[in-house]
T-cell receptor
């Protein structure tokens, strides 16, 4: 059974801090790893990582995948209160679509002013 | 271009009643996925549908749950004879093709009383 484990499960930091969220996976026929941000609504897509060692960046967010050690990290620099959310990591296996997504339980990030 | 639309946003049902959750995919998307998010758990895949076809229902409970995506109209997730354990947030996602990124709807929060 595919497994995705995120850590920490919750994290409270002050505005301006840098945070690193972790995601490890054990997936048969792994294809990609995805990060989503979930606030009080739908998960919104952040990154899809398929190649190892290539950093993807979007503003203050960046992410990288290590396919040898089977993990990914999501970094957020200069955090803001609007970054408070649950961050979901999901592995995508094999061919096919999002039916191949296995989600972790999420990291609940709280940014205090 | 409207996103994935789910309705209702909140649904309260008494034990034994039926719940119908609707999902209209993004314009042009013909692949629909249903997920369930239970408290303290991550998103769990339920079913993958294309127009008029169920592609993968490996995540669907064997009884009481069914899904359809007719030629015309939204995809419907139907839960018969609901029980308290069915209380959860149900998310729908759609994609253009089966192997591309999926976009999530706002979710329907089902409460069984």
């Amino acid at each position: 059974e595919d497994k995705v484990v995120q850590s920490p499960l919750s994290l409270v930091v002050h505005e301006g801090d840098t945070v690193t969220l972790n995601c490890s996976y054990e997936v048969t026929n792994f294809r990609s790893l995805l990060w989503y941000k979930q606030e009080k609504k739908a998960p919104t897509f952040l990154f899809m990582l398929t190649s190892s060692g290539i950093e993807k960046k979007s503003g203050r967010l960046s992410s990288i995948l290590d396919k040898k050690e089977l993990f990914s990290i999501l970094n957020i620099t200069a955090t803001q209160t609007g970054d408070s959310a649950i961050y979901l990591c999901a592995s995508l296996r094999g061919r096919g679509g999002a039916d191949g997504l296995t989600f972790g339980k999420g990291t609940h990030l709280i940014i205090q002013p | 271009n409207a996103g994935v639309m789910q309705n209702p946003r909140h649904l309260v049902r008494r034990r034994g009643q039926e719940a119908r959750l609707r999902c209209s995919p993004m314009k042009g998307h013909s692949h629909v996925y249903w997920y369930r998010q239970l408290p303290e758990e991550g998103l769990k895949f339920m079913v993958y549908l294309q127009k008029e076809n169920i592609i993968d229902e490996s995540g669907m409970p064997k009884e009481r749950f069914s899904a359809e995506f007719p030629k015309e109209g939204p995809s419907i997730l139907r839960i018969q004879q609901v029980v308290r354990g069915d209380s959860a947030a149900y998310f729908c996602a759609s994609s253009l093709k089966g192997e591309t990124e999926a976009f999530f709807g706002q979710g329907t929060r089902l409460t069984v009383v």
